[in-house]
């Protein structure tokens, strides 16, 4: 479970506060009007940035002052961080060997989350010979690999079409949810919430509201929801 203990957050005149639990196994969509802190919540929970009070909280364990690559979590953002002189294969090699002297056992573990994301064979390309939902694929396959319980994405598919971004959703879902994993999502669009989201953080005037059921939000939106969606 995560549980984010009496979080204060302080960027300059910037202030955000959080204080709630999140159930193991949810999806649960990050959403808020531009500025109100969605990214800089992420940010803390996964460590690249510390809270000014509170704690961070994992099944019990405080990972306030853990650095980020120690944290039980992974995180897919827009840009998908594939180095461009690498290959597919070895992208993902990084997280299982920095050195990149990879067995035959970890390059079958690779094989084996390309082709479970649609991408058997690619291995050997450069990330500029895949197309963009080609490269978000390679970026979720890293993410399975790595197969931390707590995956934080930071509008992951913004830059894909509506109908590849609703594909690429599915597929994250398909792939990366379950009991084992927690999934907390950034997104600006209320129909990505609605697609894969059991809850939602609404993130706004200082405060990242305690998580909700997603289809009720939505059903009948509080007046701080209301105003985001423009309803
Ligand atoms: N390094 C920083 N130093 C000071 N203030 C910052 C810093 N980074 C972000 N902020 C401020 O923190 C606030 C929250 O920013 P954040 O990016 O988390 O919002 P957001 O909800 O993710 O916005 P968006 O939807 O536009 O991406 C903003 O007012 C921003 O100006």
């Not at 802190?37 to 992420?42: D, I």
């Not at 390059?107 to 490269?135: H, M, N, T, W, Y």
């Not at 990366?176 to 005037?205: C, F, K, N, Q, Y």
Request: proline share 8%; charged share 25%; net charge neutral.
């Amino acid at each position: 479970m995560l549980r984010l203990e009496g979080l204060e957050i302080r960027q300059d005149d910037f202030a955000l506060s959080a204080d709630w639990s999140l159930d193991d196994g949810a999806i649960c969509a990050v959403m808020g009007p531009s500025g109100g802190g969605k990214s800089t919540l992420l940010s803390v929970i996964a460590g690249f940035l510390a809270p000014t009070r509170g704690r961070v909280v994992w099944d019990g364990r405080d990972l306030t002052g853990l650095p980020p690559a120690v944290r039980p979590i992974s995180i897919l953002f827009q840009d998908n961080n594939l180095f461009p002189h690498l290959t597919v294969e070895r992208n993902l090699g990084l997280g299982l060997d920095p050195r990149l002297r990879l067995d035959a056992n970890q390059k079958a573990r690779i094989a084996e989350v390309l082709a479970r994301v649609g991408l058997a064979g690619l291995g050997d390309r450069k990330p500029g010979a895949l197309s963009g939902g080609q490269q978000s694929r390679a970026a979720l396959a890293r993410v399975l690999l790595m197969d931390r319980p707590l995956v934080l994405l930071d509008e992951p598919f913004a830059a894909l079409g509506p109908g590849l971004r609703a594909e690429m959703l599915d597929l994250a879902r398909e792939v990366l949810a379950g009991p084992g994993r927690t999934l907390l999502m950034v997104s600006h669009a209320p129909e990505d919430a609605a697609r894969i989201a059991d809850r939602i953080v609404l993130v706004g005037e200082g405060r990242a509201a305690p998580p909700g059921e997603a289809q009720a939000l939505l059903a009948d939106p509080p007046p701080a929801l209301r105003a985001y969606l423009g309803l």
